[in-house]
């Protein structure tokens, strides 16, 4: 048993590493907009530590423009093999420029140029427009590095409260939660009936 939700994660993640043939770091991200509409979809975490838990995006997309009117989210990890789920909830923040170029530099070449070619969330009249502006970019890049589109970057999401589900028999799951108190490094850990 620990009081830090951390460790916890951390050992859970390394398990769901061992045990998902595909994408472990996969989550959920669930947003909402100004009027309160929700919106999910699936990320990569591509960063974790006490300072929250970092995923990369268009920022012209409609889970950017959610972060921006509304700066909350939450986040589900599921991993089926371990029968195991964690949800997080807390604010978001744009990550610093640096972090975003460093880990934009570790991309393939082939998903920094689409990086550029996309127009995440927007209309498309046909995918041969969007092959055709990955070629254009292809060729405008040529010989040289790719660099981090301006409209390309992280959120980092700043936990406030953590949610451990383990599976059980007769559906008896175990939920363990860990409340962040006043913004602090102080957690309140607490259990929830099935």
Do not use: C
């Not at 909350?72 to 610093?96: C, D, M, N, Y």
């Not at 700043?158 to 957690?187: I, K, N, S, Y």
């Amino acid at each position: 048993m620990t009081h830090d939700p951390f460790p916890l994660f951390e050992s859970w993640f390394a398990e769901a590493r061992e045990t998902e043939l595909n994408d472990s770091n996969a989550m959920t991200i669930a947003t909402a907009d100004a009027n309160g509409q929700p919106a999910a979809r699936m990320v990569l975490l591509k960063g974790h530590d006490r300072n929250g838990f970092v995923f990369y995006t268009n920022q012209e997309s409609r889970k950017a423009a959610d972060i921006a009117a509304n700066p909350k989210a939450a986040i589900l990890f599921h991993w089926k093999s371990l029968r195991r789920q964690i949800r997080i909830e807390g604010p978001l923040s744009t990550v610093s420029n640096a972090t975003a170029d460093a880990y934009f530099a570790t991309r393939s070449r082939d998903s920094q140029l689409g990086a550029w070619a996309s127009d995440q969330s927007r209309p498309l009249d046909a995918r041969a427009t969007f092959e055709a502006r990955y070629d254009e970019m292809k060729a405008r890049f040529e010989g040289q590095d790719v660099p981090r589109p301006p409209h390309w970057s992280g959120y980092r999401l700043m936990p406030q409260r953590f949610e451990f589900w383990q599976d059980r028999e007769h559906r008896l799951h175990e939920r363990r939660t860990f409340v962040r108190a006043d913004g602090g490094d102080d957690w309140t850990e607490g259990m929830l009936y099935p």
